[in-house]
């Protein structure tokens, strides 16, 4: 049965998200396995399929916590990034602060070896497609770029995208740093969002 709730003085698009949160599956599987957010079964999912997370993990766009709470599970040290704050996890260290600064790429440089960044970063969504591809693409890129600079050989890259024109450009820049990059469609991503994630193995100094 639908469930339904008073969401008087929302706009349209919050009730929807409310109405939306309160039917999905993953939203009550998060409660049951103790999980953040629904997003936790997006790396669980990503893992399990590539087996990406080991050694010493950066989880940037990390709030509220889901994608660290597993990386966490599999490694050795997580380094969590956010805008917002996270209540605290263990094994996990949180760096409060924008990633595009550089004040929070310096206190990420000092980790000496890093053997997986993932990037769930989302921009602040307008709902002009366009113009939120265009927003996540360059979060995206910077995370790439940061990549580069900290993976250790072999290490592995995660990144979600919003689909569009840029994103085919973004996977060939890809390509050449890496043994292998995928295309991974989680099934806790809504079959309706244009997210994606790219899955990049084996990095190539
Ligand atoms: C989809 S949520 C991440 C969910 C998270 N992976 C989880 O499992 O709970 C996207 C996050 O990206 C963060 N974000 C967006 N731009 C950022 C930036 N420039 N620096 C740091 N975090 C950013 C947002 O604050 C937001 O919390």
Redesign the pocket.
Known sequence: MRKRVLNKGLSESSKKWVQRQLTDVYVEKAKEYGY??R??F??IEINTRYDVLNGVCI????????????AAKFCKRVYA????QIDMLDNVEFIC????NQS?VDKLLNIARVDVVLS?????TCGIKSTDHLRIME?ARQAFDFAQMVLTDGGNFVT?IFQGVEETDFVKTLKPRFKTVKYCKPSASRRESVEIYIVAKGFQK
Do not use: E, H
């Not at 989880?59 to 597993?70: K, T």
């Not at 990034?81 to 917002?84: A, H, I, K, N, S």
């Not at 769930?120 to 602040?124: E, K, Y």
């Open positions: 953040r957010s997003a936790a997006k790396l989880d940037l766009g990390a709030a509220p916590g889901g994608w660290s709470q597993v990034v956010d805008l917002l602060g924008d990633f595009t929070v769930d970063m989302a921009p602040n979060l979600k």
